[in-house]
């Protein structure tokens, strides 16, 4: 086993386990598979975006996501890195899809299906990256990464 295997198999591990099932958001004890619930992605490009949600924001009229967005593009998620790309950045509005694209990814190449030109995928939920949950420190420089992975062992340990 080399020094990257070492690193990366507990976190293909945590991926595969908390990863391989979504909770219904009604009934939190009902979940089912991630394989099961995945559905295909669509890219709407941003600068269309912006423009649709403003005029949607003055117009309460629209009532499907294609009057509001317009065309999509339909993608492949096997595509996601043709192009020499490695780095994603997901955006959209609560609700959208989010959480659930990204879990899917990180399962997916957990479990070697996808993705496996990347010795490691990083899945990070800029939602808690805030001074609230990583005080800044009194000389103002921002908490290591090392540190934020400490205070999130932390946190999992105490809701246990």
Not at 37 to 48: G, H, M, Q, R, T
Not at 82 to 109: E, H, M, P, S
Not at 112 to 125: E, M, S
Not at 135 to 152: G, M, R, V
């Amino acid at each position: 086993m080399n020094d990257f295997e070492l690193l990366f198999d507990p976190i293909r591990e945590h991926y595969r386990t908390t990863f391989s099932r979504i909770e219904r958001l009604v009934n939190r004890r009902k979940n089912y598979s991630i394989d099961d619930a995945y559905i295909n992605l669509s890219i709407v490009e941003s600068k269309e975006l912006s423009s649709k949600e403003e005029k949607f924001h003055s117009d309460a009229n629209y009532t499907t996501f294609e009057e509001i967005y317009g065309t999509k593009r339909p993608i492949k998620i096997q595509q996601l890195f043709n192009d020499n790309r490695k780095r994603l950045l997901v955006l959209g509005r609560a609700g959208i899809g989010k959480t659930t694209f990204c879990q899917y990814i990180a399962y997916q190449w957990a479990s070697g299906k996808l993705f496996q030109q990347f010795k490691c995928i990083l899945w990070i939920r800029f939602r808690f990256l805030n001074d609230t949950r990583y005080p800044k420190k009194l000389n103002n420089e921002d908490a290591s990464a090392l540190k934020c992975c400490n205070i999130e062992r932390e946190n999992k340990n105490a809701a246990e």
